[in-house]
């Protein structure tokens, strides 16, 4: 590898880590593809390194995944839950998700240390760093103010012939036009990476690639096309590692792991049939599914006929935002369910979050508008349904759902347990989605009707560490994702931060590994980024954004 170009040092000891998160990568597909020759570079850093399973966050979604990995705290610190955030007896989406948090480029900043951080969801709006910030997921729009400094953004545009935050999935009906703009998606993000690399020199870099996680959704059952990917991603990694010398520790990361997509649960028919969920208009919810059902088909018509980019292109260029797919999936959205649901007589409820993982709040008085659960009631409740969802029906199959399920306080801690979910559950190890629709009319559906993924969410993420120090071939046991920004502090000397759950990965050290000793700085949670309140059309461009990429149902 070539010198890179910037690195931090003392007593003679340097101190740079990269860190590449690639969402959605899995051990199941990169082990045997590594060892069989087809990824040389992850293979090499798996042999010269330390690795294993890292344990994902629960529910193993977007957010709050990278948030705890980047923070070193649980969701019950961070008050996120999800990609959205319940509002009501509906959602929102969730605006700056490090706000009065101290993630680990404040952490490092204050040491003197430069940060560079790229394509990081949950990072709009950018804050101002020692080093660049160029936000991710979750930003409304190129129009958007989306990288620190300001003009970064007409600098990465000029690189890479206009720079992509995501592709629309959603607006696709041709796979092979989605797989190639995936591989164009990819291919601009590796080079604005060596770019960054290049002309602003940092001690510590983050970049996350996401498009493994946009082609496994829509490809996990065609393995060769998942495969072929990987093979190029490996490749772009392998450009990027060679910006760096051999001083540097490299960690690969992802938020979570991926694997087959076989049914949908609806929690909410389900929650009606035991009499938790009452609907106000039977003959309404018949007439509305068939509705929704001719939606679905008017949508699907217009995509074999490759209309759908098209015309919301047209739209959103002359309305502003994609208001076609607002009507299209209205009656899915968290207005009609709030419009749908007899809330004086519901008990408990599912709200319109990420289809990867199931919720289940309960309406309780004095924190819901029209709650009528007491304080009470709430842990014999939480109990009961626990107990059912443990004992849903069989499938057509013959087998049984094998099902995981929480109570919130009973995984998370810290002052926002209050918002998050009153029960957390996973189904088959998350190869069953669940879905919140309403008046659906029936438990189960083979695959996923709404979205037409293959592949979803799992919680088995991945953890390669390599550098100096590093043990060669060791094999990581038990890793957390809040695990990994209390042992980059430890590389960079900085001691544990008292608020982070996670704890050093000291195993993957060697015995006479060098390390530095800085002395502790007391960090304030409120000195950094206040959090902003997004303005209703920032709330709105992020909507369209995630029902494109199929993350609202």
């Not at 007439?287 to 008017?298: F, I, P, Q, S």
């Not at 998370?412 to 998350?430: K, M, R, T, W």
Request: a negative charge.
């Amino acid at each position: 590898m070539s010198k890179t170009l910037g690195f931090h040092e003392e007593k003679g000891v340097s101190r740079q880590v990269l860190v590449l998160g690639i969402d959605g990568a899995t051990f199941s597909l990169i082990e045997p593809m590594a060892k069989s020759g087809k990824l040389p570079n992850l293979a090499r850093l798996m042999r010269e390194g330390a690795h294993g399973v890292l344990e994902s966050t629960l529910p193993p979604v977007t957010l709050p995944a990278w948030v705890s990995m980047l923070t070193g705290k649980n969701p019950g610190k961070l008050g996120i839950f999800d990609l959205l955030k319940r509002d009501g007896y509906g959602v929102e989406p969730n605006g700056y998700s490090y706000g009065r948090q101290t993630p680990i480029w404040k952490i490092l900043n204050r040491y003197g240390i430069r940060t560079g951080v790229m394509n990081l969801p949950g990072t709009y709006p950018p804050e101002e760093v020692e080093g660049f910030m160029v936000s991710g997921m979750l930003t409304p729009s190129k129009l958007s103010h989306y990288s620190y400094p300001d003009n970064l953004s007409e600098d990465l545009d000029l690189t890479v012939h206009e720079y992509e935050i995501d592709v629309p999935q959603w607006q696709y009906h041709d796979k092979d036009i989605l797989v190639k703009d995936l591989y164009k998606l990819s291919e601009k993000r590796a080079r604005a990476a060596e770019y960054l690399i290049k002309h602003i020199p940092c001690d510590f870099y983050a970049i996350v690639f996401i498009s493994c996680d946009r082609l496994q959704h829509v490809m996990w059952d065609q393995k060769d096309v998942v495969e072929r990917y990987w093979e190029e991603m490996d490749r772009m990694l392998g450009k990027i590692l060679r910006l760096f010398d051999e001083d540097t520790t490299v960690f690969i990361v992802s938020d979570h792991g991926f694997g087959p997509l076989e049914r949908t649960f609806y929690v909410n028919e389900w929650l009606r049939r035991k009499g938790l969920l009452r609907i106000k208009r039977e003959i309404n919810d018949r007439a509305l599914v068939k509705v929704g059902r001719l939606l679905e088909r008017l949508y699907r018509f217009l995509g074999e006929r490759e209309l759908i980019k098209p015309i919301t292109g047209l739209l959103t260029k002359l309305m502003g935002f994609d208001w076609l797919q607002r009507y299209t999936y209205a009656y899915l959205s968290n207005e009609r369910l709030e419009g749908r649901v007899n809330w004086r007589r519901t008990k408990a409820f599912s709200c319109v979050h990420t289809p990867h993982f199931g919720q289940i709040y309960l309406n309780m008085r004095g924190r819901m508008r029209e709650g009528c659960v007491t304080d009470d009631e709430r842990r014999g409740l939480q109990n009961a349904i626990i107990k059912e969802l443990t004992n849903l029906p069989r499938y057509e199959t013959g087998e049984r759902p094998f099902v995981e399920a929480y109570r919130a306080e009973d995984i998370y801690n810290g002052p926002h347990v209050s918002d998050a979910p009153d029960i957390v559950f996973l189904i088959d190890e998350g190869r069953c989605e669940i879905d919140a629709k309403v008046g659906e009319g029936r438990l189960f559906a083979e695959g996923a009707p709404m979205t037409g993924w293959k592949g979803t969410h799992t919680r088995d993420g991945i953890f390669i560490a390599k550098g100096p120090g590093i043990r060669p071939g060791y094999l990581v046991d038990k890793a957390s994702i809040t695990d990994i920004a209390p042992t980059i502090l430890r590389i960079f000397g900085i001691p544990h931060q008292n608020e982070m759950d996670g704890r050093i990965l000291d195993e993957i050290f060697c015995e006479d590994a060098e390390l530095l000793d800085k002395e502790v700085i007391e960090l304030s949670e409120k000195e950094g980024m206040e959090p902003r309140e997004l303005s209703e059309e920032e709330k709105a461009l992020i909507e369209d954004r995630l029902r494109k990429l199929g993350y609202i149902s």
